[in-house]
């Protein structure tokens, strides 16, 4: 069975869509980037305090969210991430929805591959819809996103729509320059507690 090659041609490119989450979403917004690409694509954006990305934990990244979320009722919180770290932590849009933090958009950049181990295809290239299994879960609004139409429709409802609310924005699979983070956990740690909390980040 030949493996789909649908993705190599989609319209979206994923630091072109970062760019544009990062710009709206200004310092206000919350954003944990999970690991791989998303982190890569929102340090091309211009990495900033307010971000947290993650190193490792492969399928937390919306867990985490939803922690920060729980925690930090009056700010914006958004994950962005992947498909293959949404796939490998799929059960957590149940827990999202069953806690259901009106505070919280998720933001999962599909671009159908495994971006870390030589661009494999995942599930959502062939039969699997994230949008679907957010809407399954109970996540009322969720959307999949094809183009720049809809990406900048979508755009205002992820940073002010109710939530628990997911987007699945199609991106072209494509290798791009590696781009890192500070790789230092616990500076990372750090620097987003002081941004969130000021001085009473000190214990």
Not at 69 to 75: E, G, N, T
Not at 86 to 110: E, F, K, R, W
Not at 174 to 186: C, N, Y
Request: glycine share 10%; net charge negative.
């Amino acid at each position: 069975m030949s493996e789909p090659m649908r993705a190599n041609d989609f319209p979206l490119r994923r630091r072109e869509v970062a760019k544009q989450i990062h710009s709206a979403g200004g310092d206000e917004l919350l954003l944990v980037t999970g690991l791989g690409s998303p982190n890569w694509d929102f340090t091309v954006a211009g990495d900033k305090e307010q971000i947290f990305p993650l190193w490792g934990a492969m399928g937390g990244a919306i867990s985490i969210g939803l922690g920060l979320a729980l925690a930090q009722p009056s700010r914006r919180v958004m994950v962005a991430t992947g498909d293959a770290e949404a796939l490998m932590g799929v059960g957590s849009l149940a827990t999202v929805a069953v806690q259901s933090p009106p505070n919280m958009a998720i933001v999962i950049l599909d671009n159908e591959r495994y971006g870390e181990t030589g661009m494999q295809t995942t599930a959502t290239a062939h039969k699997t819809d994230l949008s679907a299994i957010a809407a399954g879960s109970g996540i009322i609004l969720s959307e999949t996103i094809h183009d720049q139409a809809a990406l900048d429709l979508a755009i205002p409802k992820m940073m002010e729509a109710p939530g628990p609310c997911v987007f699945v924005i199609k991106v072209r699979a494509e290798s791009l320059p590696f781009v890192l983070p500070p790789k230092d956990g616990a500076y990372l740690k750090d620097r987003f507690r002081f941004a969130l909390l000021g001085d009473a980040a000190i214990v």
